[in-house]
DNA sequence: TTAGAAAAGATTGCATACGATTTTTGCGAG
DNA sequence: CTCGCAAAAATCGTATGCAATCTTTTCTAA
């Protein structure tokens, strides 16, 4: 596996926490689907791959854990998450609880330097709506998943920002496991619209635009059960 | 089922994981006022307490502090969190944000077996009210927010529900912090009060009471710096 | 007397060791 | 050939040890 590709250890990250270190580089291999769910993740292995012992990454499994992606088993181990259709639904009954709500606070904090950064953040998003192929999906995903983060920083709420991180992440991973293909187009343009929204500082409407957007990308899955939920948790690992 | 599992932590959580067990225990006695704000938790003092090694001290703190109850600081320890004001605003926005949402989801879901549950735990919370002292008081910090937890339950999202749990241990310690004296019986009228609309299935009732209710005791706090942020933070520990 | 530096003490970060539990493998009986 | 069972391997849970870092104390010099 590359999960564990960085060469040095950051000047930054060095003299930051280890274990948060590689719970990142973790958080993004899940996200990005480089590690499929059901994925084993042994202490021992992932201790071997980034070259720190058994309790670095026991911790930083831990906090995934914490995190909902990865799930423990009591003297069996560490997997990455295979939510369930129901847990993909919660994801998005959450998001659709909170996010327009984000919507409007950061609607009422946005700065010029927002929009520059919202600006950017969508031109990296467009580019690989272009592209095509799995590796740009990925790509895609993610971006999409950095506009709401970047919309939770610009809120100003540093609880709820952290709240959105865990929905953006598991919902990355829902979007992988159920998501059909042609989406994201439409998704963009709505991350345009509700640029617009905010710019003019019109709240009511980003809040909207927001719970569509949400009600878009949900709609989007297929949440059936594939072959019924006893037989996947059967075959699983 | 879902308040009765209170009970003693004795055979369950003996097979269980015992950081969790710790962790439980400090999260209470944290809630509960027993542990100020700012007491140094070390490892080791953890461990001895509890008769456990380092190791498993160490990953219950790591637990709080992923919650918010505690701050750790590289090489200095853990520490029971002392939330600044601000903090404490974006505690209550957030659950502004969350809670009448929550309330509907439970109005749509009530079912006999939860009203009595909601009326034991209303009783419990009664009897706290008429007694006086500090100790009935943090008895009653606790209980007010059981309700918070136990509709948080009934709504059925787990992931709302652990938001909840994080936001209402934090909402404790604010409100032992910043909180002054008369308030709860005012809260426990409120509860009353919400627990009718859910029984008669009136979500949109039910939202605006959690709403007032979440402002009200919001206002009851005295959010106002004590001498200044920067000789609060110089004098702290 | 006080400022500053050096040593002592305390505490964390991390690695490693060992027992406990689970999973896999190997082998013989049916 | 399949099934069951026991031994072996793998993996986790936890304790402990050592080095690094921070804090406190103590000692010296202006």
Do not use: W
């Not at 979007?175 to 619209?193: D, F, P, V």
């Amino acid at each position: 596996m590359n999960i564990a590709d960085q060469t040095f250890p950051a000047a930054d990250s060095a003299n930051e926490d280890r274990a948060q270190a590689i719970r990142d580089q973790l958080r993004d291999a899940i996200v990005d689907r480089r590690l499929a769910p059901g994925t084993k993740l042994s202490e021992g292995e992932v201790g071997t791959l980034f070259e720190v012992s058994r309790t670095v990454a026991r911790a930083a499994l831990q906090m995934l854990s914490f995190e909902g992606l990865v799930r423990t088993e009591r003297n069996r181990g560490a997997f990455v998450a295979n939510p369930s259709p129901e847990e993909a639904r919660q994801v998005f009954a959450s998001r659709r609880l909170i996010e327009p709500g984000i919507a409007i606070a950061a609607a009422g904090r946005m700065t010029p330097a927002h929009v520059v950064a919202f600006k950017a953040q969508l031109d990296e998003e467009g580019r690989f709506i272009v592209e095509r192929g799995p590796s740009a999906r990925r790509s895609e995903i993610k971006a999409s998943g950095d506009f709401h983060l970047l919309l939770a920083s610009v809120a100003g709420n540093v609880i709820l920002q952290r709240f959105m991180e865990e929905l953006v992440a598991r919902s990355s991973l829902v979007i992988a496991l159920y998501g059909r293909s042609g989406i994201s187009s439409c998704g963009h343009s709505e991350h345009m619209q509700i640029l617009e929204a905010l710019e003019t500082g019109n709240a009511p409407r980003a809040s909207a635009l927001m719970l569509h957007h949400i009600d878009h990308i949900e709609a989007d899955l297929d949440l059936r059960v594939r072959g019924g939920p006893a037989l996947r948790q059967a075959l699983e690992l």
